[in-house]
Nanobody, 128 residues
Framework: EAQLVESGGGSVQTGGSLNLSCVASGYPYSNYCMGWFRQTPGTGRENIAGLNTADGITYYSGSVKGRFTVSRDRGKNTLYLHMNNLEPEDTGMYYC?????????????????????WGQGTQVTVSS
């Protein structure tokens, strides 16, 4: 059974940093879009960053570009989200998601409904 498990959330002050992890298991293919989504109360999940595992191309939304970095460890089947210079607007539940896609597919354009695999989420709270 395919599974995604996030960890690393927490509470920090403005300007602080957090590193999220997403461990994937049971995914048999080598080509996926893996994304990090953020959900705030009363809103849907926003695709903020991720990568295509086949070609390693990363993407970022405008709200996090320059502050967040996506990386992966193939040996550990783990996707990371390194978050720096955090702002109160970054507060929310962060989810890892995955779905099979070919190399060079534009993962940045994928919506919440296009991902079939989801983790349970990890909460990030940034106080001013």
């Amino acid at each position: 059974e395919a599974q995604l498990v996030e960890s690393g959330g927490g509470s920090v002050q403005t300007g602080g940093s957090l590193n999220l992890s997403c461990v994937a298991s049971g995914y048999p293919y080598s080509n996926y879009c893996m994304g990090w989504f953020r959900q705030t109360p009363g809103t849907g999940r926003e695709n903020i960053a991720g990568l295509n595992t086949a070609d390693g191309i990363t993407y970022y939304s405008g709200s996090v570009k320059g502050r967040f970095t996506v990386s992966r460890d193939r040996g550990k089947n783990t996707l990371y989200l390194h978050m720096n210079n955090l702002e109160p607007e970054d507060t929310g539940m962060y989810y890892c998601a995955a779905d099979v896609r070919p190399p060079f597919y534009s993962c940045a354009s994928m919506l919440e409904t296009e991902f079939s695999g989801w983790g349970q989420g990890t909460q990030v709270t940034v106080s001013s």
